[in-house]
């Protein structure tokens, strides 16, 4: 049995042996049970191999950001679902009656993905050790909201639920473990921080922008340029203070955002009606995105190639016990 | 302090186990409530070694499988004491609270 699981041992980094190791322990205690190993434990032993490979478990850089980002990313794409349910769907409703058909008193699918995101969270703060599937049902309900809202004709803006999905990522990626009661305040205080930001530079918009939802990723734009700096900056003083991990984790919690601007400049580069100086508003704050992303990049890179191997050993065991 | 992280340093405290050992011993510590998967098992292995709490023990080879063993460190032995007096004495008042309402005879 033992050679059919050998491509098993190849998911993990080449450098070390823990493919090997951990792929006999898969097989021992199947044997011992007289079967093959189940799907999950092999999906399960794929999972680890893969966060090994690309420096995600919790001993290293990028695990540790992805842990550290997964709570605060489920609570911030809460609150922009919350503001988007409120400003996106139920507020605009009036202005788009006479346009054509609604949700019921909603103007597009979007709210099934907003309640599902919002339960989700509600999920994953109350039973932490599944926070890995309350991501994963979070982000697959925006997913299947866009092909429901395209089946029916009432499509989600695609920006903002882009961000919303990206929010969720680090949730799924991350490996699971229970946060600490600090983790949790600082999440929550992200999440009124983001819901603060988004009413600032969405609401305070709507003298300009009659109908947010649809031009929401216009109207964020206006002001999301100083937010991204802000985070950067944040992130960059984190990171030359020690703090590498937390300065990552803003980072990767406030890129999603850039979606709203890169969507600016796919979709109204051109347009006529452009007020002087969005366009390159849109491009400046990508540019201060791509440079925290790169910052991060680096970090995580660095670690990947370190060659520390912290659970390798070259002695024998003392004494074999089981 | 999750639980299959109390089981495995409990797994851990009779001394140096591989990998399936440690999952023989936390199913067997469990009642049989708990089986931790290989992929669980190695993350929550990671994660106690990133923090101190285990050591790598040394490795062999038996009928062509790789073995790496772990134990507790000094770390380790101490943080598994100490969450396990806290549950004896959490166990036992909530025992006594239970028996001075009556509920247990």
């Known amino acids: 049995m033992s050679s059919r699981y050998d491509w098993l041992k190849r998911v993990y980094p080449s450098s070390d042996q823990r493919g090997a190791e951990i792929v006999a322990t898969m097989l021992d205690a199947s044997e011992a049970q007289g079967r093959p190993p189940r799907i999950?434990?092999?999906?399960?032993?794929?999972?680890?191999?893969?966060?090994?490979?690309?420096g995600l478990t919790p001993d290293r850089f990028g695990g540790q950001v992805l842990e550290s980002a997964a709570l605060p990313g489920l609570i911030v794409g809460c609150a922009l679902a919350i503001f988007l349910l409120v400003w996106g769907e139920w507020e605009p409703r009036?202005?788009?009656?006479?346009?054509?058909?609604?949700f019921g008193p909603f103007v597009t699918v979007a709210p099934i993905a907003y309640l599902v995101w919002l339960l989700s969270t509600l999920y994953a703060l109350g039973a932490p050790r599944h926070r890995r599937p309350a991501a994963a049902l979070a982000v697959a309900s925006v997913a299947a909201t866009l092909v429901l809202g395209k089946l029916v004709g009432l499509s989600p803006n695609m920006a903002l639920l882009g961000t919303l999905a990206a929010l969720g990522l680090p949730g799924i990626l991350a490996s699971t473990d229970l946060p600490s009661s600090r983790r949790v305040a600082g999440s929550i205080g992200a999440g009124m921080l983001a819901f603060s930001l988004l009413w600032w530079l969405g609401v305070t918009n709507f003298a300009h922008i009659e109908i947010f939802y649809w031009y929401g990723d216009f109207a964020l734009n206006r002001g999301i340029l100083w937010v991204v700096l802000a985070?950067?900056?944040?992130?960059?003083?984190?990171s030359v203070s020690g703090r590498q991990v937390l300065g990552g984790t803003v980072v990767l919690v406030a890129s999603p955002f850039a979606f709203c601007t890169v969507s600016v400049i796919v979709n109204e580069s051109g347009a006529l009606f452009v007020p002087p100086g969005t366009i390159m508003r849109a491009w400046v704050t990508v540019l201060i995105m791509a440079c925290g992303m790169v910052?991060?990049?680096?970090?995580?890179?660095?670690?990947?190639?370190?060659?520390?191997?912290?659970?390798?050993?070259d002695e024998p065991p003392a004494t074999a016990i089981g | 302090?999750?639980?299959?992280?109390?089981?495995?340093?409990a797994a851990?405290?009779?001394?140096?186990?591989?990998?399936?050992?440690?999952?023989?011993?936390?199913?067997?510590?469990?009642?049989?409530?708990?089986?931790?998967?290989?992929?669980?098992?190695?993350?929550?292995?990671?994660?106690?070694?990133?923090e101190g709490y285990i050591e790598a023990a040394g490795e062999e080879v038996v009928e062509g499988r790789l073995r790496r063993y772990?134990?507790?460190?000094?770390?380790?032995?101490?943080?598994?004491?100490?969450?396990?007096?806290?549950?004896?004495?959490?166990?036992?008042?909530?025992?006594?609270?239970?028996?001075?309402a009556g509920s247990l005879t």
């Open chain 2, 12 to 50: 851990l405290a009779g001394g140096q186990k591989h990998g399936y050992a440690i999952i023989q011993e936390v199913e067997a510590l469990s009642g049989g409530h708990t089986v931790l998967r290989p992929g669980s098992l190695y993350t929550t292995l990671d994660r106690l070694a990133h």
């Open chain 2, 1 to 9: 302090m999750r639980e299959p992280t109390f089981l495995v340093l």
């Open chain 1, 94 to 102: 009036h202005h788009v009656a006479p346009l054509g058909t609604q």
């Open chain 1, 231 to 238: 985070a950067v900056v944040v992130a960059a003083v984190l």
């Open chain 2, 70 to 100: 772990y134990r507790l460190s000094t770390q380790g032995t101490r943080l598994l004491a100490a969450e396990s007096e806290r549950r004896v004495t959490v166990s036992t008042e909530a025992l006594h609270r239970l028996r001075i």
């Open chain 1, 295 to 313: 910052g991060l990049l680096v970090f995580w890179m660095q670690d990947l190639h370190r060659s520390v191997r912290m659970l390798s050993s």
């Open chain 1, 40 to 54: 999950r434990e092999v999906l399960g032993v794929v999972g680890h191999g893969a966060r090994c490979r690309f």
